[in-house]
């Protein structure tokens, strides 16, 4: 049985982690549950999963929870900021933390969870992204299990099962294309906020769908896979697979190539996470390869000239220290401006572009500890935030 703290239960992968659980109560148990500020949600989740303990990193928010679990006899225990989510990463009842906070503020709890012994399914990209040179160095000092959940790194550990590391020729990412597969760069001048949230295969939060339509979710998941798997990031490649029922392939030394199918749904992933090294129960709708849409796989290269960001992330992603953090950090500044109707879409890019670019003298000889990446994190969104209030004045 999986003793589970899920950071960030409110969002979609903390959702259906908890699918997973209810579906097999014999085999989880929730301790912890955490959001940022969706208490009605939480309420929810807490009712039925009864946790020990829940943290809201509001704390007007935490503090409007505490008197609805109070009047409603329920006993769970409630945190409040950043040091909530660390405390409820590191209690002693839980063996294994689920990071599904999106963004860069999923990496301290990690960090501290791992600190702490537990072992981490991880859904958060930005945790590799910005920490991995820590991160997985950490993870094999404590001995703990790093499980990936993500749909395409998961793919990727398992097709690796049973093959020697030292055998892996290549990794290959699928991507679905997003909203705006093939389309020319000046098309992206006028999309629409609408236009980029619609995407074509998948239902995921704000940031991640955006991410997806800019593409820098492929570019955070070729730094990811290089954590992972111990890979150069220039033996990642980006492969368009519009369909999204190969989730990822891997191209041994010898040239074959083996691949990871299923539908479009991240409960798989979560389950094969959870259960590891076991297999755990069907829980999701059987794939059916004579379904309509099944028989037509088709691939494309990625359009690099197009989606930019891509070539940005291998070259951070090479370089590595502090550089990724710095393309996350303001990744993030200006796709929460452009979810708020503040910038153009390709806004984001420049954004990204111009920040790293402006830190370069800055981090190039800096040392590499958590304190450091916090700090940085700090200084790119503050560097974002000027380069966006500027486009804004324009």
């Given amino acids: 049985m999986r003793k589970l703290s899920i950071l960030g239960s409110t969002g979609s992968i903390g959702k259906q982690t908890l699918e997973v659980a209810r579906k097999a109560p014999s085999d989880f148990t929730v301790e912890a549950l955490s959001c940022d500020s969706d208490i009605d949600t939480l309420y929810g989740q807490i009712e039925e999963f009864r946790p020990k303990v829940c943290s809201v990193v509001n704390e007007t928010k935490a503090l409007e929870l505490k008197a609805r679990l109070k009047s409603a006899g329920i006993n769970t225990e409630v945190l409040t900021g950043k040091e909530g989510n660390i405390t409820i990463a590191t209690l002693d009842s839980i063996d294994t933390v689920v990071g599904a906070i999106v963004g860069f503020a999923g990496l301290e709890p990690v960090y501290h969870g791992i600190l702490s ?82 995407h074509p295969t998948w239902n995921m939060g704000g940031k991640i769908t955006i991410d997806s339509a800019t593409m820098m979710n492929k570019g955070l998941e070729i730094i990811e896979a290089h954590h992972l798997y111990g890979i150069a990031c220039s033996k990642i490649d980006v492969v368009v697979h519009p ?116 830190m370069d003298p800055v981090i190039k000889t800096q040392d590499l500890t958590i304190e450091s990446i916090e700090q940085t994190d700090k200084d790119a969104r503050i560097y974002a935030g000027e380069i966006i209030d500027r486009k804004i004045r324009s």
């Fill in 117 to 198: 012994g537990k072992d981490i399914a991880l859904a958060n990209k930005e945790t590799l992204v910005a920490g991995g040179d820590i991160i997985m160095p950490l993870i094999r000092e404590k001995g703990v299990m790093m499980l990936p959940i993500d749909s395409e790194h998961s793919a990727i550990w398992q097709c690796l099962k049973g093959e020697k590391r030292a055998d892996l020729d290549r990794i290959l990412i699928t991507a679905s294309g997003g909203p705006f597969r093939g389309m020319k760069r000046e098309d992206l001048e006028n999309v629409t906020l609408e236009d980029a949230l619609h």
């Fill in 243 to 358: 369909q999204s029922i190969i989730h990822s392939m891997i191209r041994l030394k010898d040239g074959s190539v083996l691949a990871q199918m299923g539908k479009p749904s991240m409960v798989l992933p979560i389950e094969v996470a959870l259960y590891y090294p076991e297999r755990g129960p069907s829980i999701v709708t059987e794939f059916d390869p004579f379904a309509e849409g099944m028989n037509n796989l088709t691939f494309e290269p990625c359009d690099k000239k197009v989606f930019r960001l891509v070539d940005l992330a291998y070259e951070t992603g090479d370089k590595g220290g502090l550089y990724p953090t710095v393309m996350n950090a303001a990744n993030e500044a200006a796709v929460r401006s452009y979810l708020a109707g503040k910038i153009r879409f390709l806004d984001i890019e420049r954004t990204v572009f111009e920040t790293v670019e402006k």
